[in-house]
Nanobody, 120 residues
Framework: QVQLVESGGGLVQPGGSLRLSCAASGSIFSIAAMDWYRQAPGKQRDLVAAITRGGPITYADSVKGRFTISRDNAKNTVYLQMNSLKPEDTAVYYC??????????????WGQGTQVTVSS
Protein backbone atom coordinates (compact mmCIF):
# COMPACT_ATOMS: atom_id res chain seq x y z
CA GLN A 1 0.00 0.00 0.00
CA VAL A 2 1.35 3.42 -0.98
CA GLN A 3 0.90 6.36 1.37
CA LEU A 4 1.72 10.03 0.79
CA VAL A 5 2.34 12.13 3.89
CA GLU A 6 2.51 15.91 3.56
CA SER A 7 3.98 18.34 6.07
CA GLY A 8 5.04 21.96 6.35
CA GLY A 9 1.76 23.82 6.11
CA GLY A 10 0.72 26.53 8.53
CA LEU A 11 -0.09 30.19 9.03
CA VAL A 12 2.22 32.79 7.51
CA GLN A 13 2.04 36.53 6.92
CA PRO A 14 1.87 37.96 3.39
CA GLY A 15 5.35 38.05 1.89
CA GLY A 16 6.47 35.13 4.00
CA SER A 17 7.70 31.68 3.03
CA LEU A 18 6.81 28.06 3.68
CA ARG A 19 8.28 24.77 2.52
CA LEU A 20 5.98 21.81 1.96
CA SER A 21 7.19 18.23 1.87
CA CYS A 22 5.49 15.07 0.66
CA ALA A 23 7.01 11.67 1.30
CA ALA A 24 5.75 8.53 -0.43
CA SER A 25 6.11 5.25 1.43
CA GLY A 26 5.47 1.61 0.55
CA SER A 27 7.12 -0.95 -1.69
CA ILE A 28 7.82 1.60 -4.41
CA PHE A 29 10.08 0.90 -7.35
CA SER A 30 9.68 4.26 -9.06
CA ILE A 31 7.40 7.29 -9.40
CA ALA A 32 6.94 8.89 -12.81
CA ALA A 33 5.80 12.32 -11.61
CA MET A 34 4.96 14.14 -8.39
CA ASP A 35 2.63 17.12 -8.36
CA TRP A 36 1.29 19.74 -5.98
CA TYR A 37 -2.35 20.80 -6.25
CA ARG A 38 -4.31 23.25 -4.13
CA GLN A 39 -7.96 23.77 -3.36
CA ALA A 40 -9.40 26.92 -1.83
CA PRO A 41 -12.86 26.87 -0.18
CA GLY A 42 -15.60 26.71 -2.79
CA LYS A 43 -13.15 26.28 -5.65
CA GLN A 44 -11.88 23.38 -7.72
CA ARG A 45 -8.58 21.65 -7.10
CA ASP A 46 -5.94 23.17 -9.38
CA LEU A 47 -2.43 22.16 -10.37
CA VAL A 48 0.26 24.30 -8.76
CA ALA A 49 3.44 22.57 -9.94
CA ALA A 50 4.56 19.24 -11.37
CA ILE A 51 7.91 17.51 -11.72
CA THR A 52 8.72 14.32 -13.58
CA ARG A 53 11.34 11.78 -12.64
CA GLY A 54 13.60 13.08 -15.39
CA GLY A 55 13.21 16.67 -14.26
CA PRO A 56 10.82 18.57 -16.60
CA ILE A 57 8.84 21.00 -14.48
CA THR A 58 5.53 22.78 -14.92
CA TYR A 59 4.15 25.72 -12.88
CA ALA A 60 0.81 27.43 -12.79
CA ASP A 61 1.11 31.00 -14.05
CA SER A 62 -0.04 32.32 -10.70
CA VAL A 63 3.01 30.90 -8.88
CA LYS A 64 5.79 31.28 -11.45
CA GLY A 65 8.78 33.09 -9.99
CA ARG A 66 7.55 32.56 -6.42
CA PHE A 67 7.28 28.77 -5.96
CA THR A 68 9.91 26.12 -6.63
CA ILE A 69 9.22 22.39 -6.89
CA SER A 70 11.97 19.81 -6.39
CA ARG A 71 12.20 16.11 -5.66
CA ASP A 72 14.54 13.58 -4.13
CA ASN A 73 14.06 10.37 -6.10
CA ALA A 74 16.05 8.30 -3.59
CA LYS A 75 13.64 9.36 -0.82
CA ASN A 76 10.49 9.40 -2.97
CA THR A 77 9.91 12.90 -1.68
CA VAL A 78 8.75 16.08 -3.36
CA TYR A 79 9.11 19.60 -1.99
CA LEU A 80 7.41 22.91 -2.69
CA GLN A 81 9.27 26.03 -1.64
CA MET A 82 6.80 28.89 -1.50
CA ASN A 83 8.12 32.45 -1.31
CA SER A 84 6.43 35.86 -1.45
CA LEU A 85 3.19 34.29 -0.32
CA LYS A 86 -0.07 36.14 -0.95
CA PRO A 87 -3.49 35.81 0.70
CA GLU A 88 -4.78 34.24 -2.50
CA ASP A 89 -2.35 31.35 -1.98
CA THR A 90 -4.47 30.27 0.98
CA ALA A 91 -5.72 26.74 0.31
CA VAL A 92 -5.34 23.10 1.20
CA TYR A 93 -2.29 21.82 -0.66
CA TYR A 94 -2.31 18.22 -1.90
CA CYS A 95 0.49 16.02 -3.11
CA UNK A 96 -0.25 13.71 -6.07
CA UNK A 97 2.02 10.91 -7.23
CA UNK A 98 1.49 9.65 -10.78
CA UNK A 99 2.77 6.44 -12.32
CA UNK A 100 3.77 4.83 -9.04
CA UNK A 101 5.27 1.41 -9.73
CA UNK A 102 5.10 -1.14 -6.92
CA UNK A 103 5.23 -4.93 -6.71
CA UNK A 104 1.42 -4.86 -6.99
CA UNK A 105 1.40 -2.85 -10.20
CA UNK A 106 0.99 0.81 -11.15
CA UNK A 107 -1.26 3.50 -9.75
CA UNK A 108 -1.78 7.15 -8.84
CA UNK A 109 -2.14 8.37 -5.26
CA TRP A 110 -3.21 11.49 -3.36
CA GLY A 111 -1.95 12.78 -0.03
CA GLN A 112 -4.28 13.90 2.75
CA GLY A 113 -3.60 17.61 2.26
CA THR A 114 -1.98 20.31 4.37
CA GLN A 115 -3.50 23.71 5.11
CA VAL A 116 -1.65 26.85 4.09
CA THR A 117 -3.08 30.13 5.35
CA VAL A 118 -1.61 33.48 4.35
CA SER A 119 -2.96 36.25 6.54
CA SER A 120 -1.82 39.21 8.59
Amino acid sequence: QVQLVESGGGLVQPGGSLRLSCAASGSIFSIAAMDWYRQAPGKQRDLVAAITRGGPITYADSVKGRFTISRDNAKNTVYLQMNSLKPEDTAVYYCYARGVITSAGAGNYWGQGTQVTVSS
